[in-house]
């Protein structure tokens, strides 16, 4: 199994070794996107199974069953721009092997299992993330079609470069019927599982943002002529900013039982030159936690810290919220049986939420789901260095057969 894992690893990532210094750049919708995914169709068949493509470009790789109820589980083989070869892959690869597994171990599912490889999850091409799963939920927001990217191309032309046809997009949504439960592998891009002494974890939810952009309106002048008493600077207004939401979120996450984290993550200067004093500073700030409530205090906690700078550095500070997504909670019972499978091989577990999006999140709005993450070496991911040992891509192996093979029923 190890030496497969490793072979197919290589060949799902269009490579002979994973050794690349500069990555794996396979954007959504793109051609090398396309091929990653014919190497799965490739590998599928081979093991068996019948592959389907969708109206969204997503790939379903069915295998038996004497129901129309399909047991899921897969992730995506798009990757940000030089990024790593095991985000999205690895659950991929771990699905296909899960299926191998339970393959030779003479198992014969009553329910169908499938294997899916979402197509453009990465946010990195389109600034719109999960296309593909969201069309399978039925929650792809059309609207986004002129969306393009930085070679001036929209989604609309990226989806049908690859052979679709957009306006038939939303025919890829599947009933709630047509699925039983939903179940991804992903690398846990974070060091919680190793910290905690575990092999694996067990996701309870997933963490989506609020963010919101702050825009500072204040009076550019000459630095060298405006009196220090005479300004309207927009960037020392900013400033205290930065540090407030850094502190208030350390203090909001310590109080409370979840935690929560927020970022000031851009920051833009007008007119950025250097002998005049800034007019204008906005800053993008990301707050993130599974608790909802807590997410919302930490932006009422902002907002009321700009109104407190505006009076006191004289400018006028406006708010816009740019996205506010309530937070995904998986199926708890799912993801009890998904935590039981893993420690009936002797796995340790770790129960934790994650920060980043996945496929997953669009999937648990219609279907019961789980995510389980694998470790990846000092929590390195969108980046060339990523690396999940094959011992851990193969107990995530062992793990997803284990508890395909429950679902599923024999
Ligand atoms: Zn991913």
């Given at each position: 199994m190890k030496e497969w894992l490793s072979t197919t690893l290589e060949a799902l990532?269009?490579?002979?070794?994973?050794?690349?210094?500069?990555?794996?750049t396979r954007l959504g919708y793109s051609e090398e996107e396309t091929a990653s995914m014919s190497v799965?169709?490739?590998?599928?068949?081979?093991?068996?199974?019948?592959?389907?493509?969708?109206?969204?470009?997503?790939?379903?790789?069915?295998?038996?069953?004497?129901?129309?109820?399909?047991?899921?589980?897969?992730?995506?083989?798009?990757t940000v721009e030089n990024g790593g070869g095991y985000d999205g892959a690895a659950g991929v690869l771990c699905s296909l092997g899960a299926v191998k597994a339970l393959k030779e171990r003479g198992f014969k599912p009553h329910n169908p299992i499938e294997v899916v490889c979402f197509a453009?999850?990465?946010?990195?091409?389109?600034?719109?993330?999960?296309?593909?799963?969201?069309?399978?939920?039925?929650?792809?927001?059309?609207?986004v079609e002129n969306v393009r990217d930085r070679h001036g191309v929209s989604i609309k032309d990226a989806v049908e470069s690859t052979g679709l046809d957009w306006s038939s997009i939303e025919e890829a949504e599947r009933t709630?019927?047509?699925?039983?439960?939903?179940?991804?592998?992903?690398?846990?891009?974070?060091?919680?599982?190793?910290?905690?002494?575990?092999?694996?974890?067990?996701?309870?939810?997933?963490?989506?943002?609020?963010?919101?952009?702050?825009?500072?309106?204040?009076?550019?002048?000459?630095?060298g002529t405006t009196p220090m008493g005479k300004r309207k600077d927009a960037?020392?207004?900013?400033?205290?900013?930065?540090?407030?939401?850094?502190?208030?979120?350390?203090?909001?996450?310590?109080?409370?039982?979840?935690?929560?984290?927020?970022?000031?993550?851009?920051?833009?200067?007008?007119?950025?030159?250097?002998?005049?004093?800034?007019?204008?500073?906005?800053?993008?700030?990301?707050?993130?936690?599974?608790?909802?409530?807590?997410?919302?205090?930490m932006a009422d906690k902002i907002?009321?810290?700009?109104?407190?700078?505006?009076?006191?550095?004289?400018?006028?500070?406006?708010?816009?919220?740019?996205?506010?997504?309530?937070?995904i909670l998986l199926d708890e019972e799912l993801t009890a049986r998904?935590?039981?499978?893993?420690?009936?091989?002797?796995?340790?577990?770790f129960e934790m939420d994650s920060g980043a999006g996945h496929d997953v999140m669009n999937m648990a709005v219609k279907w019961p789901s789980a995510l389980v993450f694998i470790p990846c070496e000092k929590g390195i991911s969108h980046h060339p260095k990523e690396y999940s040992s094959l011992e851990d891509l193969h107990a995530g192996v062992e793990i997803l057969a284990e508890v395909l093979q429950q679902e599923a029923g024999e």
């Open positions: 990532n269009l490579v002979e070794t994973m050794e690349q210094p500069d990555g794996f799965f169709r490739d590998v599928a068949e081979t093991l068996g199974l019948s592959v389907r493509r969708d109206q969204a470009g997503n790939l379903f790789a069915r295998w038996g069953g004497k129901t129309d109820h399909v047991v899921m589980t897969g992730s995506h083989l798009d453009s999850e990465e946010s990195a091409r389109f600034g719109v993330s999960t296309l593909g799963s969201k069309s399978v939920a039925g929650i792809l927001d059309k609207s709630k019927d047509e699925i039983l439960s939903f179940i991804e592998l992903h690398i846990e891009q974070g060091t919680q599982i190793e910290d905690h002494g575990a092999q694996f974890g067990i996701v309870r939810g997933v963490a989506c943002p609020i963010r919101l952009k702050v825009k500072v309106e204040g009076m550019a002048g000459h630095t960037l020392v207004a900013l400033a205290p900013l930065i540090t407030f939401v850094s502190q208030e979120a350390e203090k909001l996450s310590n109080q409370s039982q979840k935690p929560l984290v927020a970022t000031v993550s851009t920051m833009n200067v007008k007119p950025n030159v250097m002998n005049v004093v800034p007019g204008q500073a906005e800053a993008g700030i990301d707050i993130r936690s599974v608790d909802d409530a807590l997410k919302r205090s907002i009321e810290k700009c109104r407190s700078l505006e009076n006191e550095f004289n400018v006028t500070i406006n708010i816009e919220t740019l996205v506010d997504n309530p937070s998904v935590k039981r499978a893993g420690e009936s091989l002797g796995y340790k577990t």
